[in-house]
């Protein structure tokens, strides 16, 4: 039987930022060598790509264990309702590139994304008189040095960044610690049954912060289901009133896990599964 | 008696930004007219100012109604550990500014801080083919317009930044949501007694998160304590793990409070009391 052309072509895969971004490493740690790249612009251009069928899959920083939650993505999650497929936790290095020969004496102003900035705090802190920029990706800022010709100025980026752009890196693992991994959710547009090794994640909010949010993690701890994560976002027009993110281990084929949920509905005036999908492994 | 003269000495107030900014009004609606301002260029230098005695408070934003909680301020409090006295919640009306007599059609790029950018997303989406370029400062954006003469650009700011700066506002109120509050804190170096209609905040961390933060809650729980807002930001160096910032209703001098905290020491492995202050006024 002839293969159909969808199953032969690759499988598109957005992702946030220019070639050489951090999110093409997760993309091709996660699917392996034989997909299709389809760089975004914005989260929410990463988000509608999948949407509205431009890709197969987003790969989605949700968060950095230096920086926190990434937490532009979290309402994005709940804005476009893509189910969760998967998850993949990449090490990330940070590397100090300018154009061939320009040496760090030369250097006024540091390019990259502020989460970048952010986990390289301590570094650009020490270093006096230098000018911070923020960019809207880190590969970017490498590619607007090569562009630009800029030979007063640095990005922070990683090796492949150096490569593409044809940079020399002058410091290596300029992170304030070397702790520093990013958590990257896979989003598809269908569900995908849940496996081995599985998370759940979840939204909800309730009427009343008193005793609610006791009682939604007493419905978990009374199954001795594990929480792995909470986030809160707000809730817009509502001051001071939240969305909760929860991860919990276990899948919604779990009866313990379902029953949790069922139990959590009696609770919450909102609530919705985002996913459940099999944890990330590190890479 | 003669008065010491630093008694009859204007309070030093510091805040982040430039005159004009959310944050000066904030110290204002919370001292009144006398005070003298002390502005700092980043929340690192705001905090360091109370520490270092060249202020004598500092108005700290802690989170918005619309873009969530000032993170980087929840690492700072626990960095510098200086007491919170205060607090005050300010309505934020946002305003797009121009050079006398430029019009929108002329407007290519809009300058503003991250957080008031991300608070009027939605008026920016709208708006084709605008270049969104973030700032250190709602009120440094107005100054910048007028300090460098751009008549292709807008900031986002306050009425206070455009008469402070000779601005016009072209549009009023651009805000994705009108219940578009700023809680600030109010840090000083010596704690004040509690008073009436406390709140406290406090900040712990656990080994295991498994069945610990609901433990954690059951603390409040079962002594009718009220949680006002819980956050989490990242434990470095153990990726994965977290700070849980906890505000709860009542002060320390409350039997209950006190019995809370005692009982929450058992279960967590650090626990800092960040605070009893009076619950802040909406202005």
């Known amino acids: ?49 999948v949407a509205d069928s431009h890709a197969d899959s987003a ?36 590397h100090l590139l300018v154009l061939p020969g320009v040496k760090k004496e030369e250097v006024r102003r540091v390019l990259s994304h502020p989460q970048a900035l952010e986990q390289c705090r301590a ?43 044809g ?9 304030s610690n070397h702790e520093n991994h990013t958590r990257f959710l896979i989003l598809e547009r269908e569900e995908k049954p849940p496996a081995e090794n599985a998370k759940t994640s979840i939204v909800f909010s309730f009427r009343d912060m008193a005793g609610a949010l006791f009682k939604c993690l007493a419905v978990f701890a009374l199954r001795d289901i594990n929480l792995l994560k909470i986030e809160s976002r707000p809730l817009h027009g509502q001051p001071f ?5 929860l991860d919990f281990e276990g899948s919604l084929a779990d009866e313990a896990a379902r029953n949790a949920i069922q139990n959590l509905r009696e609770i919450t005036t909102f609530l919705e599964v985002l996913g459940s999908y099999p944890a990330g492994r590190f890479v």
């Open 1 to 49: 039987m002839p293969s159909k052309s969808h199953s032969i072509s690759k499988r598109r895969v957005a992702f946030q930022g220019e070639i050489g971004a951090y999110s093409e490493q997760a993309a091709f740690a996660f699917f392996g060598p034989e997909i299709e790249l389809v760089p975004q612009p914005t989260f929410r251009a990463l988000f509608r790509s």
């Open 59 to 94: 790969v989605v920083p949700i968060e950095n264990s230096l920086a926190g939650s990434v937490h532009e993505n979290y309402d994005l999650l709940l804005q476009y309702r893509l189910p969760i497929v998967g998850e993949i936790i990449l090490r990330i290095v940070h």
């Open 123 to 165: 570094y650009l802190e020490k270093w006096e008189g230098v000018i911070v920029e923020p960019a809207y990706d880190t590969a970017a800022s490498a590619k607007r040095l090569m562009a630009e010709d800029l030979r007063d100025a640095a990005a922070i980026a990683s090796q492949q960044a150096a490569a593409e752009y």
């Open 167 to 175: 940079l020399e890196i002058i410091e290596s693992g300029i992170e």
């Open 241 to 245: 009133r939240y969305y909760f993110y």
